[in-house]
């Protein structure tokens, strides 16, 4: 608010109206000026100081109020007694000026309570005009701010000096250690007491950042620090302020600590950096506690993941797989396995195994626990075993890897937790090894039991998943299977609602079936009895069940059986009738099967020559086929009239007419052993004869639990009497062999005699005669031992023809490589002839001597009966499955189709024996052999083309198999 002086058109002073115009514009000149002045000015009038004027910074002092006209201790009664009211009396009074610097005023400036300002205050007396009272001028420029601030300025030196010395003293006793380097040049000029136990070294002055390597710290990626790494020189060289950074340093005594470095630079008013500090926090256990709680922290988000896991996998066989990854990553170890035991029954483990890539080469590992190892305690006693390696092979229960100790992973500290099911029984074990750092602790135990729990949960789950699936696809199946058609109608029994299902079995519409009209689609000849079952029923309110043929919608027939019941009211109304037709046609043409089957089953054993009884679990015989009853010559009525256990019917003594215990029937151990007893035993007739039977007897189970026994029965008499006979007839022709044997031995004897004393006389008289013998003589002499010879040949091919195939020889390996090669050094084969023998001849189980016999004749004939000296003969083979197929080649004349058969005759030959020497013998021989032991010998050739000879010859020697 302002106050504008007043003024008329004269001065009292009687200036001219022009003057006093000009005096007027310069009053409000000086009035703007004022009113807009930096300083705030304000008049006061008389002894009460009565307010004339205020410029707008005055009127803002005084709080913007209406002050002008108004006393000023009206207006501002915090000014009464202050210094500026004291000095306002004391200008009045005096009528000089008067001034003040910093002045010290309380105003209320309508902020709500006094505000402090201070002021360089002017006071100016104005003389009274016209007799008026006399006024002061104030003039007050306020420094309340450059006062503040000095003082401000004064206080924090004051506290910066203070600072300084406690910081000193701070610095020197802090807990912490503390470093302080000069800038730029970073030399430690001090350090307190906590860097030397810190450290654990002596405190060292590096006189320049260069230095910093007389300690040794290292970044987490293992690094170790470059002199201008370190937080204090990056502060000190680049004003880098630094927070908590850890460094592991090595500590003067060879241990490590991990360090909070945080540094920051010192500058100057002008922000230049002339120092820096560092301040070194052990966080050692901190840190440690820190990666603790934060494993511990991963541990319970990995558990929280792996429930997750675990509950959504779609298998049991996937939930313990997932298990085993989750349990070994959770834990960190390089082995997990688990095993799914249900009630110890080790033999029907189900296991999952993890396993690091330390291990990856037993990852194809498939050994299965066999429930003796330290593991089934787990189980056993249900609760978790921890344990360091040493600890493990110490505990009496461990029994190493047993058989499995080449192939097992080797195992490096063990823990194991078992699983358990909601009624507290176990279901198996989760086993880890090899932590990847240190022992298993308390910490992975208790993760591992809070894993094994959800685990336990996640696996019921999932087999109860299972369960429901397999439940769900078998009643899915069922409704398939048995096509069921729901219905309903009103309680009058007309149809009025719709159904679906019928009109897609039937092909009936909605109008064709409603009210009677299902009948239509029931087969004519069952309308009759349908209708009169449905009718009957809705009168008598009873049950509704008939079978009748129904038609489907491809039009054949279908055997349905109805069923329908009324749903009653509270009173007794019937409200509906609900119902439904099974088609049971499959179960029809299987009853019909089953008939026709058991028809069929009642036509063989009542036709069977094999005798068939079947016992109960009480050994009472409960059935008897026709051939049973002439076998033992009891009736089944008979035999089961006597209440009495079979075995005491027909199998109660022995032949020397001792008792015959049940405990020791082989037939009647068959039930209680679970398993089939066969062989050969003596029974009793009814006519108390003895005779021999061969048995098998068969125990029908029911759950596995032994209901019945089937036996069959042969009456062996005559067999073992033909059998008796065969070994009879055995022995006599073995005696006749051997007499065989002995008679041809004498008499190859006898025959050669005479021979070898014609071919000696011959050489006697050729020896006598000699020169006198004449050409044509001496050549009749040389006729006549070839025929000598001849005839011992073929009398020793007469002998080995005899015995071919009825001597028999040891059974052995035998490489008929070897075997080619001893016959060709017995044959000696001509300078020019060749034989060839192919590479990669087999080895047979089989006798030697004949079958180099075989090979000695075949390949002697192609030699012989090529014509020629370069005759060349190849010897070969192939595998014919249980056989192998050899073949002797020759480059001989070859023989023509019509010989292919005859040749194989005893004494043929196809060339005179002058010209060619042979018995017409050896291949005799050879197809003899050959068919003795199962194979058989055959020819090819052509006229010029020479001839093949082949034969097989068995793998492994018919004795054998």
Request: hydrophobic share 40%; glycine share 8%; net charge negative.
């Amino acid at each position: 608010m302002t106050q504008h002086f007043p003024h008329g058109g004269t001065t009292p002073q009687g200036r001219s109206d022009q003057e006093a115009q000009i005096a007027s514009e310069a009053g409000r000149a000086l009035h703007a000026v004022f009113l807009e002045a930096p300083t705030a000015i304000a008049m006061f009038r008389g002894r009460d100081f009565v307010i004339d004027f205020t410029n707008r910074l005055a009127h803002r002092l005084l709080g913007e109020r209406p002050v002008v006209g108004k006393r000023l201790l009206d207006c501002a009664q915090e000014l009464a007694g202050s210094q500026v009211f004291q000095l306002l009396e004391q200008v009045h009074a005096s009528g000089r000026p008067a001034a003040a610097r910093e002045l010290l005023i309380l105003l209320d400036r309508g902020e709500g309570g006094l505000a402090e300002g201070y002021f360089n205050v002017t006071l100016q007396p104005m003389p009274a005009a016209a007799g008026g009272p006399e006024s002061v001028v104030l003039f007050a420029v306020e420094v309340t701010d450059q006062v503040l601030a000095r003082r401000r300025s004064e206080q924090l030196a004051d506290e910066l000096e203070h600072e300084r010395r406690k910081l000193e003293q701070i610095i020197r006793q802090m807990p912490h250690a503390v470093f302080i380097a000069e800038a730029p040049s970073g030399r430690i000029v001090m350090g307190n007491t906590q860097v030397v136990e810190q450290l654990r070294q002596s405190f060292v002055a590096s006189s320049s950042i260069e230095e910093y390597t007389a300690y040794q710290g290292f970044h987490p990626d293992g690094r170790p620090y470059a002199p201008h790494e370190w937080p204090l020189a990056r502060a000190v060289a680049r004003g880098e302020l630094v927070q908590s950074e850890p460094v592991e340093m090595l500590r003067g005594d060879g241990t490590r600590a991990v360090i909070e470095y945080s540094a920051a630079p010192i500058r100057d008013v002008s922000g230049k950096i002339v120092a820096g500090v560092v301040v070194g926090v052990d966080a050692t256990d901190r840190v440690r506690a820190l990666r603790e709680e934060q494993r511990r922290s991963e541990l319970l988000k990995g558990l929280a993941e792996a429930s997750l896991a675990v509950n959504s996998a779609p298998s049991v066989e996937r939930t313990l797989a997932e298990i085993t990854e989750r349990a070994r990553a959770l834990i960190g170890a390089h082995q997990a396995v688990i095993s799914m035991t249900d009630d110890q029954n080790w033999a029907q483990a189900i296991n999952a195994v993890s396993l690091s890539d330390k291990y990856a080469a037993y990852r194809t590992y498939e050994g299965s626990p066999d429930g003796r190892g330290i593991y089934t305690q787990v189980c056993a006693l249900n609760r978790p075993f921890r344990m360091t390696q040493a600890e493990l092979e110490a505990h009496p229960a461990w029994r190493g890897f047993g058989e499995e100790r080449d192939r097992h992973p080797p195992m490096r500290g063990w823990l194991a937790v078992p699983l358990s099911g909601r009624d507290g029984r176990n279901l198996g074990l989760l086993q880890l090894s090899d932590r990847y750092e240190g022992e298993f602790t308390a910490d992975d135990e208790a993760i591992l039991v809070q894993l094994a729990h959800l685990a336990s949960v996640a696996i019921e789950n999932a087999r109860l998943r299972e369960q429901a699936l397999a439940a769900e696809k078998r009643f899915r199946s069922m409704v398939e299977a048995t096509a069921v058609v729901v219905w309903q109608t009103t309680a009058e029994g007309q149809v009025v609602e719709d159904s679906p299902l019928w009109r897609d079995f039937t092909g009936q519409s909605y109008d064709e079936w409603k009210g009677y009209g299902w009948l239509d689609a029931v087969h004519p000849d069952d309308v009759p009895r349908a209708e009169a079952a449905w009718r009957g029923a809705v009168a008598s309110r009873g049950r509704y069940h008939v079978e009748y043929r129904l038609r489907r919608r491809d039009g054949s027939w279908a055997h349905t059986v109805a069923r329908g019941v009324p749903l009653v009211d509270d009173d007794g109304t019937i409200r509906e009738w609900v119902g439904c037709n099974v088609d049971v046609s499959d179960i029809r043409r299987a009853e019909e099967a089953l008939r026709v089957q058991n028809e069929l089953m009642r036509t063989i054993t009542e036709n069977a020559t094999l005798g068939l009884l079947m016992m109960d679990a009480r050994q009472r015989c409960t059935f008897m086929n026709p051939a049973a009853q002439a076998i033992t010559g009891f009736t089944f009525d008979e035999v089961k009239a006597t209440d009495r256990p079979l075995h005491e019917i027909v199998h109660h003594t022995r032949p020397d007419g001792s008792p015959y215990p049940i405990e020791e029937c082989p037939i009647d151990r068959a039930l209680p052993e679970k398993s089939q007893t066969r062989g050969e035993d003596v029974f009793v007739r009814k006519d108390g004869s003895f005779y021999e039977v061969a048995f098998t007897a068969s125990p029908i189970l029911d759950g596995g639990v032994p209901v019945a026994t089937v036996i069959e029965l042969r009456d062996i008499t005559e067999q073992k009497r033909a059998e008796a006979e065969r070994e009879r007839l055995i022995a006599a022709l073995e005696r006749s062999n051997k007499e065989l044997d002995q008679f041809a031995y004498v008499a190859s004897h006898d025959l050669k005699a005479p021979l070898r004393g014609i071919a000696n006389l011959s050489q006697w008289i050729e020896e006598d005669l000699g020169e006198a013998l004449a050409g044509e003589s001496r050549e009749q002499m040389n006729l006549l031992r070839g025929r000598v010879r001849r005839m011992e040949a073929l009398i020793d091919g007469i002998l080995d023809y005899s015995r071919a195939g009825r001597v028999r020889h040891e059974v052995a390996p035998v490489d008929v490589g070897q075997v080619l090669a001893d016959v060709l050094e017995l044959i000696a084969p001509g300078p020019d002839a060749t034989v060839d023998v192919e590479p990669g001849m087999p080895v047979l189980r089989t006798e030697r001597v004949p079958l180099q016999q075989v090979f000695l004749n075949l390949i002697s004939n192609a030699l012989k009966h090529a014509q020629r000296g370069d005759a060349r003969v190849r010897v070969g083979h192939r595998d014919a499955g249980a056989l192998h197929e050899f073949f002797v080649e020759d480059n001989g004349p070859g023989i023509a189709p019509e010989y292919h058969d005859r040749i194989w005759n005893l004494f043929l030959t196809l060339q005179a024996r002058d010209k060619v020497e042979g018995t017409g013998i050896g291949l005799s021989v050879v197809k003899k052999i050959v068919e003795s032991r199962g194979g058989r010998a055959w020819v090819r050739s052509a006229p010029g083309e020479g001839a093949t000879f082949h034969f097989t010859w068995p793998k492994r020697d018919p004795s054998e198999r």
